[in-house]
């Protein structure tokens, strides 16, 4: 997912300079005295939920304001309810991008506002009634200055409230303020970059004022050449470049530019999920966004030697817990800030990391203790999902919390992005996810699938995802039939996804789970590279565990060959399945080498492909393909119920890019369609409503009732795919 790369010939040079120092001594205050005013408030109405901003009028000493070791400011803020809870304070510096537009990126030139400079503390009241406020200032840990009490009443409003884990349904969120069920469909605005589209230049501005009524959920990127914390590895002057001094020091442009994302997704009814690293920020000596100019890095100033000692060195956490309470410091009162995301792009975390994470996790917890919900959560699956507040998506979802999907599964070529997109949307849903985005922002853009996401979102609204136990619904083919002759094949496809090392290191995974069922998937973690004998330190070769309805295959797609013969090995089930020697003195794959078929029977399978040559061969894509004997296996129909109401997803498994791309067949119409939906009670009647998918409008409507082998739709005619809707009736 990298834009460009920037290098960095005089990278030790320049984070000597004394530029450095004299952004460092510019925040200095040398006085002695500690003098301490009651808070001014600024701006918001005292309403419920409105963010609220006052200033703090204080003289008081210090080196660094953002080091809370150095100089710590709080509110001590009583609620109606007489509850009494701590709202971390943070110091502002005034700035404004010259352009006035609103861009998460570098190289953005801004202009100085001191007159805005100072101490703030901003809160979104959760209750009605009466507060009471009082700031306090410690120095070196030490209680040295507090001010007078002030009061100030909020009424009440009808605001929606901050994004919490629901009560009455732990896979899902709901808004504090009103209980209602947010799930969330939107697409990662994780950035601005100046070759992206706009009008008139890149913007969230124009992003998010696309998006209004059409989506209400997004990823934003704190990170990844819009750091919060860095070195000022590039010598842009007059640019937000020159916000960077290191560890311990806050970017106050980037800050600026995050408060506006804020603003103008509250405006747009969008919930942000702040990403707070990419993965990427462990790796290379060469590049302004890597270890290299990491601020962590011990050649930098920081405490750390390795990349992994940014989990394991205690001051190493103590910076970055620092960093967290400046984050709900400026943020905590944006009730359009959902959750917190740390560590972009990682897979399953060793124990140093998830001991991290849970220490983190409980930071952020402790930090909005009894004033605000917040979500904290990782790109870390696997273990850690049993330990943050949501979990990464997975073809086994947990039932104990919420599933969110950050990144689902999408075509990079316009005219299948859409369909995709949609196809992915429902599917998630149907699935039980609380949270389906996808990326990026500028296909969505381009392709002017924005509308996409309205009709699931619209559709989630109504369904009652709070009320009662929800389950995965049984849903069985009756009858199909397809204007061709068996048998039907259908395939998916497998692909490597994320900022995974593509040369010189291993693969940050290599155990896959892959369902037919499960639709188009993203490898995340997997390094399409398979490493030889002379490569070993590289080699980490993948296992998939496949499951499979119908006899088929695993498809790998050779892409490329390195020096000397390679050997494409599979082993299924512990035995060697397939071997394929690719001999060398060529760097492409001929024709006929390009495709290796892993044939396998119906059921659960583990596939280990490896190279058993000298040096490394490159696979493009791995498909997984099988062969249906009747038309009743191309309808996949996926759907939840609470034994009230439910819901299902059809798809026409024909109607598929990968299909029409590498089988090279044609979408097949589908007619005679029966459903049956076994489980529902005998004699009960229900009301179904057939839901076109692009549009969400209603296509027809039928009374049905549940006999001896449940309940029986008839679709007729399946193109593509639609939705059911059935409600049970007096």
């Given at each position: 997912m990298r834009q460009w790369v920037l290098r960095l010939p005089a990278l030790g040079l320049l984070f000597g300079s004394l530029a450095l120092a004299d952004l460092r001594t510019e925040l200095v205050q040398t006085t002695t005295t500690v003098k301490v005013e009651a808070p001014v408030l600024q701006a918001g109405p005292c309403e419920r939920f409105a963010r609220l901003e006052f200033r703090c009028p204080l003289v008081v000493g210090y080196a660094n304001p953002f080091d809370p070791d150095d100089i710590q400011v709080d509110g001590l803020l009583r609620l109606?309810?007489?509850?009494?809870?701590?709202?971390?304070?943070f110091y502002y510096q005034g700035w404004e991008p010259e352009n006035d537009r609103t861009q998460m990126m570098l190289s953005v030139r801004y202009r100085r506002l001191p007159q805005e400079d100072g101490w703030r503390l901003r809160l979104a009241p959760p209750q009605a009634g009466e507060y009471r406020l009082q700031i306090v200032v410690r120095q070196h840990g030490r209680r040295t200055g507090e001010g007078p009490e002030t009061t100030f009443q909020v009424t009440d409003s009808s605001r929606p409230g901050f994004i919490e884990v629901a009560p009455g349904n732990r896979t899902q969120f709901a808004d504090s303020g009103s209980g209602q069920l947010f799930a969330g469909f939107g697409a990662n605005v994780a950035w601005t970059r100046a070759k992206d589209p706009g009008d008139p230049l890149p913007c969230y501005e124009y992003y998010f004022g696309k998006a209004e009524g059409k989506m209400n959920a997004t990823r934003v990127w704190l990170c990844h050449w819009a750091w919060l914390e860095w070195t000022r590895a590039v010598d842009a002057p007059g640019t937000n470049w020159d916000g960077y001094a290191g560890i311990g020091y806050y970017n106050p442009m980037i800050a600026i530019a995050l408060d506006r994302v804020f603003r103008l997704a509250d405006e747009n009814g969008l919930r942000v999920m702040l990403v707070t690293e990419d993965n990427n920020e462990h790796w290379g000596e060469d590049r302004a966004d890597?270890?290299?100019?990491n601020p962590y890095n011990r050649k930098n100033g920081g405490p750390c030697a390795s990349p992994g000692e940014v989990f394991t060195s205690p001051e190493a956490r103590d910076w970055y817990r620092k960093r967290l309470r400046y984050i709900v410091a400026r943020w905590g009162a944006e009730t359009a800030l959902w959750a917190i995301d740390s560590?972009?792009?990682?897979?399953d975390p060793q124990p140093a990391?998830?001991?991290?994470?849970?220490?983190?996790?409980?930071?952020?917890?402790d930090l909005t203790r009894g004033w605000r919900p917040l979500i904290y959560g990782s790109n870390f699956a696997r273990a850690a999902n049993a330990e943050m507040d949501y979990a990464q998506a997975s073809n086994e979802p947990r039932a104990d919390r919420p599933n969110v999907t950050q990144e689902c599964h999408y075509s990079e070529q316009p005219e299948w992005f859409?369909?995709?997109?949609?196809e992915q949307l429902w599917q998630g849903l149907a699935l039980g996810r609380a949270v389906t985005m996808v990326w990026p922002h500028v296909l969505v853009d381009k392709t002017n699938a924005w509308d996409t996401f309205r009709a699931p979102m619209e559709f989630?609204?109504?369904?009652?995802?709070?009320?009662?136990?929800?389950?995965?619904?049984?849903?069985?083919t009756e009858h199909a039939q397809a204007d061709a002759e068996p048998p039907y094949r259908s395939i998916i496809e497998l692909a490597a996804y994320g900022d995974v090392p593509s040369w010189g290191q291993p693969a940050t995974a290599n155990r896959f789970e892959v369902r037919a069922a499960g639709g188009n998937q993203?490898?995340?973690?997997?390094?399409?590279?398979l490493y030889g004998r002379n490569r070993a330190a590289w080699r980490n070769p993948p296992t998939f565990a496949c499951t499979l309805p119908a006899p088929g295959a695993l498809i790998a797609d050779i892409d490329e060959i390195g020096g000397g013969t390679q050997i494409l090995s599979a082993t299924v089930d512990g035995e060697t399945a397939v071997t394929v020697s690719l001999p060398g003195g060529r760097r492409y794959p001929r024709p006929e080498e390009r495709w290796t078929r892993i044939p396998l029977?119906?059921?659960?399978?583990?596939?280990?492909?490896?190279?058993?040559?000298?040096?490394?061969?490159?696979?493009?894509k791995l498909y997984l393909a099988w062969d249906n004997p009747s038309a009743d296996g191309l309808v996949q129909a996926t759907g939840r119920t609470n034994g009230e109401v439910g819901f299902l997803y059809v798809r026409n498994l024909t109607h598929s890019r990968v299909a029409r791309e590498v089988l090279r067949r044609r979408p097949l119409g589908l007619f005679g369609v029966e459903l049956s939906l076994p489980g529902l009670p005998v004699g009960t009647h229900y009301r179904v409503r057939v839901i076109d998918p692009g549009t969400g409008t209603l296509v027809r409507e039928l009374a049905a009732t549940a006999g001896e082998h449940g309940l029986t739709v008839p679709l007729d005619r399946l193109e593509s795919d639609i939705v059911l809707r059935f409600e049970r009736q007096p």
């Open positions: 109606p309810d007489g509850q009494q809870v701590v709202v971390p304070a890597e270890w290299s100019a560590w972009n792009d990682c897979s990391q998830l001991d991290w994470l849970r220490e983190m996790r409980d930071d952020v917890h859409i369909p995709v997109l949609r989630a609204r109504t369904l009652p995802l709070l009320a009662g136990t929800w389950h995965p619904l049984q849903v069985r993203w490898l995340a973690g997997f390094c399409p590279n029977p119906a059921g659960d399978h583990t596939v280990l492909l490896d190279n058993a040559g000298d040096d490394w061969l490159r696979l493009r």
